[in-house]
């Protein structure tokens, strides 16, 4: 009997668009519609939230919050991330379309996966209309998932609460949180599988974690490919992941193993 009856797929970052680059600009455009310019790092750090969540956890940062003093004289409301999510969607429709090629190895790896009987879930901080455009996309390139649920779904509750994967479960018919896996590229996916109660696996290549486009990575030579990986797999591990995969197409690999 399979140990592993499904696995739970992000999107952004894990599945489509690589490095995980459409909502990383969107973020810093709204925010410096605002006076306030974030960093990649602090962009790329809430990543994986429900993306109103996402904007209050970067104004919560220690030195957003100061920039935002000075903008302002005062600290960053519950209306200004209301605002900057405002700023932000529009922002992100506009790339979407653009930022939604399936990874390199995918669906290889999907289809490997489903010859051994197991199903595809998925789940993402991306709202249902923006996950229109997305799958749109997608499933012309040949990827379509068994299940997916938005945040929307749940209430507008996403990462790292556990209800999309736990509604994953529902929807599919998987009677046991120990057969599912959950795969993902950031620390948001790791607590979302962590608190539903699965095993979690970070992806390094096209992460978020790692956020470097195809071309970047190439270009890195060994040692720098080496001490970036390593630096991601520490991140993955003090997120609370099971295991770290280099790429997707290891992930049939893995579930063998664990059935095994």
Not at 205 to 210: A, C, D, H, R
Request: some cysteine; aromatic content about 8%.
């Amino acid at each position: 009997m399979k140990n592993i009856k499904t696995v739970i797929l992000d999107w952004a970052g894990t599945a489509v668009d690589f490095g995980s680059f459409a909502p990383v600009r969107a973020f810093i455009e709204a925010f410096e519609s605002f006076g306030v310019t974030p960093t990649t790092d602090e962009t790329r750090a809430p990543m994986g939230m429900q993306k109103r969540a996402h904007i209050e956890s970067m104004l919560s940062g220690e030195r957003l919050s100061a920039l935002w003093r000075d903008a302002y004289g005062r600290a960053p409301a519950e209306t200004d991330a209301d605002n900057i999510y405002a700023c932000f969607e529009p922002a992100l429709f506009s790339v979407l379309k653009d930022h939604a090629a399936p990874l390199p190895g995918l669906l290889e790896t999907v289809a490997r996966i489903r010859d051994m009987g197991v199903k595809i879930g998925s789940t993402t901080g991306y709202t249902a209309a923006m996950m229109e455009i997305v799958t749109a996309r997608a499933f012309a390139a040949g990827y379509e998932p068994d299940c997916l649920v938005c945040p929307d779904e749940v209430g507008g509750v996403g990462r790292p609460y556990p209800y999309m994967l736990w509604r994953n479960l529902e929807k599919m018919g998987i009677l046991s949180i120990n057969s599912a896996l959950k795969v993902g590229d950031t620390a948001a996916d790791m607590h979302e599988g962590k608190n539903a109660g699965c095993l979690c696996v970070g992806v390094i290549e096209g992460s978020n974690m790692l956020g470097l486009r195809e071309n970047e990575l190439r270009a890195l030579n060994g040692d720098e490919r080496r001490g970036a990986f390593e630096d991601v797999r520490r991140r993955y591990a003090e997120a609370g992941a099971d295991f770290v995969i280099e790429d997707i197409s290891a992930l049939p690999d893995l579930i063998e193993s664990l059935d095994a």
